[in-house]
């Protein structure tokens, strides 16, 4: 099976090197970033609040897989780490909402590149997405 997905808009940050962002976006609440969302989808960002938090799946489109075992971190599981060297490449975060301009969500909790794919946008509910 081979499964196909197109962005639906692009991350605008001021991190060029993956060696400069942050490694989680709770280390990198103060600096803000911009979800561009392409033409096409943008009727999709409605009811989307300032202050809101929502999940962001995207694509590493700059890493490369590398091993199943990390030799990085003490030969653990892929699975097991956050590690951005994966097979399939996706990427997921929780940012907060500041900004809704047109077709622009700016927010806080930057951890991606500059032109990062977002593969889609999930509502963060505090009920169902913590234990």
Do not use: C, W
């Not at 692009?10 to 803000?32: F, V």
């Not at 409605?46 to 030969?75: A, C, P």
């Not at 599981?77 to 996706?90: A, D, E, F, L």
């Not at 909790?109 to 963060?124: N, Q, S």
């Amino acid at each position: 099976m081979e499964i196909n997905m197109k962005p639906i808009g692009y991350i605008r940050t001021d991190y060029n090197d993956d060696s400069d962002i942050p490694r989680q976006p709770i280390n990198n609440m103060k600096e803000k970033g911009t979800i561009e969302i392409l033409d096409e989808f943008k009727d999709g960002i409605k009811d989307i609040e300032i202050g809101s938090y929502i999940v962001v799946l995207f694509y590493f489109h700059k890493s490369e897989y590398q091993h199943l075992i990390s030799k990085k971190r003490n030969n653990a599981g892929i699975y097991s780490t956050r590690s951005p060297h994966r097979p399939n490449g996706i990427g997921m975060s929780v940012v907060k909402i500041i900004n809704i301009e047109n077709s622009k969500l700016e927010f806080l909790g930057v951890d991606m590149l500059d032109g990062t794919p977002v593969l889609d946008i999930k509502p963060y509910i505090e009920d169902l997405n913590s234990i």
